[in-house]
């Protein structure tokens, strides 16, 4: 069974623009829940969707939004970015919302 | 409110011996812990988890954790560490109350001496 993916891997972006990065969950999960990590801040919650509804939300500014489609894919987004935005972005899926968290490989982003 | 706090940032050990990475958790309820590896550039691995059956946890790569209630408390341990065990290491913490909403360690990084 296919693990969690996140695509692009890297990216690069400058302050102001707008990035959206991509997560595909493992077959058959249903939620897939977002973090941001960094050096100074390690692992931050930032979202997590269940059957395509937001159920938890991290302490995070509105620049930062996610959706889930009904295939179980996510998407989030981050609008004017800001130089602290550079970030790993991790994805993590699970079959139910009760058990332990899959993680994908993370999109680098960095911005400049 | 869960909180989970992880002693020393940074840990080293000979190869060959004991590892001990510190975890601690406040939880008004019952709590699921577990604890995860990171490689460098990767995402994070599930090494073991507590969900309220034995207290004592093996997981995979020879690494195992106790938890122990009366000190709040769920060290991951490994008899003989190995170089490959260098990672960043987090504990997580999730309950109940707060639906899939996972809270984890600001992390420990384990440099394996040869």
């Known amino acids: 069974k296919a693990g969690v993916t996140q695509t692009p891997r890297y990216l690069i972006k400058t302050r102001g623009q707008q990035v959206t990065l991509s997560c595909s969950p493992i077959s058959g999960h249903r939620s897939v829940s977002w973090y941001q990590q960094t050096p100074g801040q390690g692992l931050q919650f930032l979202f997590e969707?269940?059957?395509?509804?937001?159920?938890n939300k991290g302490n995070f500014p509105g620049r930062f939004s996610g959706r889930q489609f009904s295939n179980s894919r996510s998407e989030m987004n981050v609008s004017t970015l800001e130089l602290g935005d550079s970030a790993l972005y991790l994805c993590?899926?699970?079959?139910?919302?009760?058990?332990?968290?899959?993680f994908g490989p993370g999109t680098r982003l960095t911005v400049l | 409110a869960q909180s989970v706090t992880q002693l020393g940032s940074h840990v080293s050990v000979s190869e060959g011996a004991l590892v001990l990475l510190r975890c601690n958790y406040s939880s008004s309820v019952p709590p699921y812990l577990f604890w995860y590896v990171q490689y460098p550039n990767q995402g994070l691995q599930l090494l073991l988890k507590y969900t309220s059956a034995a207290t004592l946890v093996k997981g995979i790569n020879g690494f195992e954790a106790e938890f122990k209630k009366s000190e709040t408390s769920f060290h991951l341990t490994k008899p003989s560490a190995h170089m490959s065990d260098a990672a960043e290491y987090f504990c997580?913490?999730?309950?109940?109350?707060?639906?899939?909403?996972?809270?984890f360690g600001t992390g420990t990084s384990l440099t394996v001496i040869p």
């Open positions: 997580a913490v999730r309950t109940s109350n707060t639906g899939n909403q996972f809270y």
């Open positions: 993590a899926s699970s079959l139910r919302t009760t058990n332990e968290q899959f």
């Open positions: 969707y269940f059957s395509e509804t937001q159920r």
